[in-house]
Nanobody
Framework: QIHLVESGGGAVQPGGSLRLSCVAS????????MGWYRQAPGKQRELVAS???????????SVKGRFTISRYNIGDNTKITVYLQMDSLKPEDTAVYYCKPVELGSWGPGTQVTVSA
């Protein structure tokens, strides 16, 4: 059973930055495409950014140019670390952020991001 732990969320003013981290362990393959998702109150969960094993990235239009996803396989090759650098944050970025392999259905607890003045 994959284990997912997200961290790095918090409260920030509009225009600020946050860097989210995710560690995926007990993972059967290091080649999964990893994704960052978010769910705002009253809205469906959406895929915000993804990165393939080979480093190809994709972003939802609303975060292009502001968010950057990256990934690293930890030295013992049993874990994947995924980051989401979020710059020029807007109030509409407020949500709980989750990461997981795009191919799998497991979810971690997420980390709350709140952008407000």
């Amino acid at each position: 059973q994959i284990h997912l732990v997200e961290s790095g969320g918090g409260a920030v003013q509009p225009g600020g930055s946050l860097r989210l981290s995710c560690v995926a362990s007990r993972i059967s393959s290091l080649t999964y495409t990893m994704g960052w998702y978010r769910q705002a109150p009253g809205k469906q969960r959406e895929l915000v950014a993804s990165i393939t094993f080979g480093g190809i990235t994709d972003y939802v239009d609303s975060v292009k140019g502001r968010f950057t996803i990256s990934r690293y396989n930890i030295g013992d090759n049993t874990k994947i670390t995924v980051y989401l650098q979020m710059d020029s944050l807007k109030p509409e970025d407020t949500a709980v952020y989750y990461c997981k392999p795009v191919e799998l259905g497991s979810w971690g607890p997420g980390t709350q991001v709140t952008v407000s003045a």
